[in-house]
């Protein structure tokens, strides 16, 4: 079993549907949550990061983080076709010395259509 | 445009070329990192450079060689490469050296090792 399970999709949604994309880790060790969109031979950008459990909110999107339930979730409202695009979450444990050893999930490959 | 800056975007070598990849960061970041990706698949750690010292080497076979210059430059010396090292090769930085910096990433070289 992957420490960090993401539905890879492919989702599909008309323009200005809302989005949500999700993530479950199996690790409570997991303190550091975020979400990455790659388009099509780009790297990877980060659009959320957060520590909290509760709700963060960027414009249209919205991160969320259940560390109870092990769950992490990235709403995206109106979508856009400009929204499609690979969304990678990624996470890091507490403490130690793994800097930079992200964690990701598969990644979930999203298409939003006019 | 992302302010993590990568050259060339895309590398054919033969696999007896010797060449080098760059990477460019003007955030003041103290820790900066290699990682491959494969198509479909979520980036994997390489390298990561700490105040300019090599603090974790992924077990990468001994073909690819990173060098960090200052803080502000990265490279990363390919020689004899294998047709499966073929991938994105992506460069990030962090503002941190501890495990709760997020990691901004440039877009990434395209190699491809025939």
């Known amino acids: 079993q992957k420490e960090v399970e993401q539905d890879p999709g492919p989702l599909s949604v008309p323009e200005g549907a809302i989005v949500s994309l999700n993530c479950t880790y199996s690790n409570s060790a997991f303190q550091y949550f975020m979400w990455y969109r790659q388009y099509s031979r780009k790297g990877p950008e980060l659009l959320m990061y957060t520590y909290s459990s509760g709700n963060k909110e960027d414009g249209r999107f919205t991160a969320q983080v259940d560390k109870s339930s092990k769950y992490i979730s990235l709403f995206i409202r109106d979508s856009q076709p400009s929204d499609s695009a690979t969304y990678l979450c990624a996470m890091y444990r507490a403490g130690g010395t793994s800097y930079g050893k992200l964690t990701f999930g598969q990644g979930t490959i999203l298409t939003v259509h006019p | 445009d992302t302010e993590v800056t990568q050259t060339p975007k895309h590398l054919v070598m033969g696999m007896t070329n010797k060449k080098s990849l760059k990477c460019e960061q003007h955030m003041g970041h103290r820790a900066m990192y290699w990682y491959k990706q494969k198509a479909k698949k979520p980036p994997e750690l390489m390298f990561v450079?700490?105040?300019?010292?090599?603090?974790i080497n992924e077990s990468v076979p001994s073909r690819f060689s990173p060098e960090c210059p200052n803080s502000s430059l990265l490279n990363l010396h390919l020689h004899a490469l294998q047709p499966e090292d073929s991938a994105l090769y992506l460069c990030?930085?962090?503002?941190?050296?501890?495990?709760?910096?997020?990691?901004?990433f440039g877009n990434g070289t395209r190699l491809t090792v025939t």
């Open positions: 450079y700490s105040y300019e010292k090599l603090s």
């Open positions: 990030a930085s962090s503002q941190g050296t501890a495990n709760n910096s997020p990691l901004h």
